[in-house]
């Protein structure tokens, strides 16, 4: 193990098992207006594809992911952890986590996690009163009691569960309830917050968020979260962003400064930079006809990443680039970014959200690495 020229320490592929098929209809998804045809992922494709995975780390985590990947029911797990321990190098870590809605959760499921280590994320709004005004089902009614059942199933027979909160214009306003409810339910939790291009569904439209009522509500979080100081109970990006301004090693890929932390790998083997670019014209390979080391070697990917590069170019021109990295791609779309990124909504955003967070951390004794006039 030690002799092999591994590509990354970690690596940590988002694997779409059924590509956006769901037994809900959030309003935010824009897999929610018409649900695509039913493809779950062939054995042939995983077997490619967790092969190619094991290949460029000593330490993969696998993602698994949908659409609802519970979709698929369990022997296509168990099927992940039989290729898993036929393929993997000696010495090689191997560990795997899967988000959920969380509604269809059994014994049988919480049991299979529990007993191959699986990690659960489960999606979970907030209080009930918020999480149903956009995690609804088929006939438009509340998730909120499904998944509690699923949380407390999962939790019965010992699964580790997490959970990830999507922020939404109807939720924005309320980080107090969020956090208490996250913290009395003794789940640490992701927070993610919804966005939306310009060809979008008017209702992921109408449920985005302005980047800097994202940076308002993240800080009012961060507030809440500093002053419990409780070290049990962790928010991701919170940690990520303390971490930044204290001139650590976040984790998220949107505080790195790179697109190839989380990878992901549609049902059918195709890959794309992450989940926020799923469409044709960025796919920058196929796992069937090439290495993960060739898929980021390739034409595509150079394309990919020069841009980047080059946005990052203008965004070192500003004093909070070593901590920001210059943010998501997804951010970055539109002219007006293009031609004055220091000006632009998400930048003003960024910048307000860590000089605020860091101001927060000074008063608390902490010494942020970045003195920023």
């Known amino acids: 193990m030690a002799m092999r020229n591994w590509q990354f320490e970690v690596f940590n592929p988002v694997i779409k098992v059924v590509s956006g098929w769901c037994n809900l209809r959030c309003d935010y998804c824009f897999y929610a207006g018409s649900q695509p045809i039913v493809e779950t992922m062939s054995r042939q494709t995983l077997e490619a594809v967790m092969e190619r995975c094991l290949e460029v780390a000593p330490f993969v985590r696998f993602i698994w992911h949908g659409g609802e990947p519970t979709l698929t029911g369990v022997s296509f797990y168990e099927d992940v952890v039989s290729i898993g321990e036929a393929l993997y190098s000696p010495g090689q870590r191997i560990r795997h986590s899967i988000q959920t809605n969380g509604t269809l959760i059994t014994d049988e499921w919480a049991r ?6 699986f990690g659960v994320g489960v999606s979970i709004d907030g209080p009930e009163k918020l999480h149903n005004l956009v995690r609804v089902d088929t006939a438009g009614g509340g998730s909120f009691v499904r998944v509690i059942r699923g949380i407390n199933i999962l939790r019965s027979n010992g699964a580790k ?9 109807l939720t924005v306003n309320y980080p107090d309830e969020i956090f208490w ?27 985005a968020i302005s980047p800097m009522k994202y940076a308002q509500f993240l800080l009012a979080m961060l507030d809440l979260w500093l002053k419990l100081d409780d070290p049990s109970f962790m928010i991701r990006p919170l940690e990520d962003i303390v971490k930044a301004v204290l001139g650590k090693q976040p984790r998220l890929c949107k505080y790195l400064g790179n697109c190839t932390r989380f990878l992901t790998i549609g049902h059918n083997g195709k890959v794309y930079p992450c989940d926020n670019f799923l469409t044709d014209e960025y796919c920058l390979g196929d796992l069937h006809k090439m290495s993960i080391t060739d898929v980021l070697q390739g034409s595509q990917s150079k394309a990919y990443y020069s841009g980047r590069q080059k946005m990052q170019a203008k965004c070192k021109q500003c004093g909070w ?4 990295k210059g943010g998501c791609m997804r951010e970055w779309e539109g002219e007006t970014y293009i031609s004055n990124p220091v000006n632009h909504e998400f930048c003003q955003a960024r910048r307000y959200l860590f000089e605020n967070a860091s101001k927060i951390l000074s008063s608390l004794g902490y010494s942020t690495t970045v003195n920023v006039s």
């Open 181 to 207: 409810f996250m913290y009395n339910m003794r789940l640490n939790f992701s927070i993610n917050n919804c966005t939306a291009k310009p060809d979008d569904p008017f209702e992921v439209r109408n449920l």
């Open 112 to 117: 299979f996690f529990k007993e191959n280590g």
């Open 321 to 324: 680039y070593l901590i920001c």
């Open 161 to 169: 569960v997490s959970a990830i909160a999507v922020v939404n214009n």
